[in-house]
C-alpha cells in the first residue's frame, strides 16, 4: 500500500505542471501538423485514404517524424522535469524524512516516468486514428481509410517504439536524479541524440541507443549491421542502468557508516567505465569499420539520373551520340513511364516521365498506377510459398487434394503424372493458355470457373494439358489460374482480399491492389493504356479478372519494395514474408534452367539475377534484381512497345555498374556493299523457341524487324550486325555452298540460331 500511496503523491505533482502539458502537446503535435497536411493536399489523401494498408502507412508516416528526434528529447525533458520537482521546491529532505522505504520513494518517481510515457503513447495513435479520418470528415469525396484498423499491427508496433524508449528513460532518470541542474541532464542527453544520429552511419551505431526507434527511418545514413537485434540491446541497456541508478540512490542516501556506503565508489567507477567504453568504442569503430557497398549523396543521384536519362543504346558506336530517353519514347510512341531505382537495397530514386493521360495533359507521378500483367505472377507466388512455408499446403502434393470448387481433369496426355504447385509457379505443368487477352467495359465478365473451363464468356481456351507435367518448361498463365484457386479455396477468402492482407500491407505495397475492374476511385490516379501506335485504348483500362496471371495495379516504387524485400531475405535481414530459405527455394530454378517459382534467374559470371517482365493490352512493364548486391530497377509505361524497357534497363545496369555485366562496348561499323545486304532479307525463326524475326532492305539499309519494331542493322562485318536497341551480338550462318542458312543471336555465354525460311 506504501508504494501506491507514494505513486499517487507522485502523479499529484504533475498534475498542471510542465510534464503534462509536454506530454500532452507532445503527444499531439506531430499527428496535427500530418492531419493539416492531409486536409491542405486533398488529392493525395483522396488517393491514400483509397488505398491498401492506409492505416499502416500512417502509422509509419507519423511514427518517421516523431522517432527521431522529437522523442528522445521529449523523453529527456519529461525525465529531467519529475526529479526537479524536487530539487526546485527543495523537498528532498523532506520526502526522506516520511515513513517509506527508499526503494519505495525510488520506484515510485521511476514509474511516474513510464506512466506519462504510456499517456504519450496512447494520445499519439489517437492522433494517429484522427489523422486518418478527419479529412474524410471533412470532405465528401474523400473516403475513410480502406480496410479494417490493423489492431495487432498497431500493438505490436508500440510495443517495439516503447521498448526503443527504454535506454533513455533509464539513463535520463539515472542523471536527473543525481544532477541537480536541470541544464546539465537536458544537455547531455541532446549531446547523446546527436550522437546517435552521427553514429548510425557507422555499422556500430547502435552502441548509442538514443534513436533506436527512428533507425529504419534514416534509409540515407543507417549503415548499422542489420543482423543485430536492437530489442535485445534496448533492454539491457534498460536493465543495467536501472539497477545501477538503484544501488547509486540508495548509496547516496545512507549515512557514511552503512555498509551500502561502501559500494558507491565502487558502482560509480563501474557506471562511468561503461559509458567511457561505450563511447571508445563507437569512436574506435568510426575508423575501423569500413562499407563494402556505399550510398550516393543527393548531388551522385541526380547525376545518376541524368546518365540513365541520356545513355541508351546498347553500344557506342563510332561519332554517335547516345540516345536520350526523351527520343526513345517518341521512337517507340510511348506516352509515360515511371522508373523506380534500387541501389544498396533502397530505393535511390523515383520518377515518372511523359502523360499518364495525354488527352488531358496528366502527367505521370511515382504514385501513377499502372497494369503492367505477368509480373502479378511473382508476387502471386510469393503469396502461395508462404502458404507452403505456413504448411497450408505442400509444394509436390497433388494440385487436387487443394482445390475445393473445381478439380483439373486429368487425361491421358498427363500420362498418369500428377501436377503440383512447383509445376503451376514454373510453368512445368505441361498446361495450355499462354495468356489472357483481357475485357473491356461493358462486357460480360467469367468466373474464375469459367476461366479455367473455357466456356462463355471467358474469351480464352479451357486450361487443360498438351504433355505430361515435370517434363519441361512452357509458360502457361492458365496454370497461374489454377493457383489463383487453389489459393482462393485453401483460404476462403477473395484473392484480392487475401494478397492484400498477407503480401501488399506487410510490404507497405500501399498503391497496389487486385481488384478487377478497376475502382472508380482509383482510376484518377490510373494512368490510361495505349497500343503500339500510340493510340489510346477506347476503354482506357484493361480488365484482367485473370488476376493472379496479370490483374495487378501498382507502381515501380511498390514492386521496389517487393524486390528489396526478397533481397534483404535472401541475406537473413527480413522475414516479413519468407524465411532466407524459402525465399531461396523460391528463387531456385525448377527443371527448367531459368524458371524458378514466379520469376526468371539469371546467372551472369556467377553473379544471380532476378526478373519478370509482363504486358497486357496497353500497358507493359519489367523490373530486374541482383541475389547478393542490392541494386534493382522496375519499369512500367503506359505502351504495348515492350522494346523501351531492355534499353533503360541496359542504360541502368550501365550507369551503376551492375557485377556480372560488361561496359558498354565502343564498336566501329563498316558499310557493306548493297549485293551482300540483299542475300540476307528474309525471314528466320526457331519455332520451338517461338521467335520469328524477318530481314528487310529499305532506302540503302538492313533493317532488324520483330513483331512490333523495325530497328537499323549496323554491320560489324560483312556476315556480323548490331542493333543499338539490343546488347545483342548476332551473325549470320552459312552452309557448305556459301548459301545463308540462319541468324545466330548472342548474349554473354548464351546463344541460340533461327533457321532461314525457305
Known sequence: MNFIHSLQSEWIKTKNSAVMWLTIGGALFVPVLITIGRILKRNDTLLVNSSEGVWLKLFNQNWQFMSVFLLPMGIILVSSLLTQIEFRNNTWKQLFTTPQKLSTIFWAKYAIVFIVLIQFFILFNIGIYLSGVIPALIYSDVPYPSGSFPFKEYLIGNAYYFLYCLPIVALQYLMSLHIKNFIVPVGVGLVLVVTSLIAVNNQYGYIVPYIYGGMKFLIADNRIDETINISYWAFGYFMYFSFANFLIFICETQTKSSKYFKLKPLLFTLLSALIFGVFFITYLHSFSSKKTITDHSQKEIEENIRLVENNLGAFNLDNNTDWTLEERMKFYKVKGLSIAVIHNFKIEWAKGYGFANEAEKIPVTTNTLFEP???????????????????????????????????????????????????????????????????????????????????????????????????????????????????????????????????????????????????????????????????????????????????????????????????????????????????????????????????????????????????????????????????????????????????????????????????????????????????????????????????????????????????????????????????????????????VKGLKIKYKDKEFILGKRG
Open 373 to 739: 500483367g505477368s509480373l502479378s505472377k511473382s508476387v502471386n507466388a510469393l503469396a502461395l510459398m508462404q502458404m507452403v512455408q505456413d504448411k497450408r499446403i505442400d509444394l509436390f502434393t497433388d494440385i487436387n487434394q487443394y482445390l475445393h470448387t473445381w478439380k483439373f481433369p486429368y487425361d491421358s496426355i498427363s500420362k498418369g503424372k500428377k501436377i503440383t504447385l512447383a509445376n503451376l509457379l514454373s510453368h512445368t505443368a505441361g498446361l495450355s493458355v499462354h495468356g489472357f487477352g483481357g475485357y473491356k467495359e461493358g462486357d460480360s465478365l467469367p468466373t474464375i470457373l469459367q476461366i479455367l473451363n473455357g466456356t462463355k464468356p471467358a474469351n480464352s481456351k479451357a486450361v487443360r494439358s498438351i504433355f505430361e507435367p515435370n517434363k519441361k518448361m512452357k509458360y502457361s498463365g492458365g496454370g497461374t489460374m489454377i493457383s489463383q484457386l487453389l489459393l482462393m479455396d485453401v483460404s476462403k477468402k477473395t484473392y484480392d482480399k487475401y494478397l492484400a492482407e498477407h503480401i501488399l500491407q506487410p510490404l507497405q505495397m500501399t498503391n497496389s491492389f487486385y481488384t478487377q475492374p478497376i475502382p472508380e476511385i482509383k482510376k484518377p490516379f490510373a494512368a490510361v493504356g495505349y497500343d503500339s501506335l500510340g493510340i489510346a485504348l477506347p476503354y482506357k483500362y484493361p480488365i484482367m479478372v485473370e488476376q493472379a496471371a496479370a490483374g495487378l495495379w501498382t507502381t515501380p516504387s511498390d514492386i521496389c519494395k517487393f524486390m528489396i524485400e526478397l533481397q534483404q531475405s535472401l541475406k537473413g535481414k527480413s522475414n516479413k514474408i519468407l524465411t532466407k530459405e524459402n525465399t531461396e527455394l523460391m528463387l531456385t530454378p525448377y527443371i527448367d534452367e531459368r524458371t524458378a517459382f514466379g520469376f526468371f534467374v539469371d546467372d551472369f559470371k556467377g553473379h544471380k539475377y532476378f526478373s519478370h517482365e509482363a504486358g497486357n493490352w496497353g500497358f507493359s512493364g519489367a523490373f530486374y534484381g541482383s541475389m547478393e548486391e542490392g541494386n534493382g530497377v522496375a519499369i512500367f509505361i503506359n505502351s504495348e512497345n515492350d522494346e523501351i524497357l531492355r534499353e533503360i534497363g541496359n542504360s541502368v545496369i550501365n550507369v551503376y555498374n551492375w557485377k556480372g555485366f560488361d561496359k558498354k562496348e565502343k564498336i566501329k561499323v563498316m558499310s557493306v556493299e548493297d549485293s551482300v545486304m540483299r542475300k540476307y532479307i528474309g525471314i528466320y525463326e526457331a519455332k520451338a523457341e517461338n521467335r520469328k524475326v524477318e530481314i528487310l532492305f529499305d532506302n540503302g539499309a538492313l533493317y532488324y524487324k520483330t513483331n512490333k519494331q523495325k530497328i537499323k542493322m549496323y554491320f560489324t562485318s560483312k556476315t556480323a550486325f548490331i542493333n543499338m536497341e539490343s546488347p545483342t551480338l548476332k551473325s549470320f550462318e552459312f552452309d557448305k555452298n556459301k548459301l
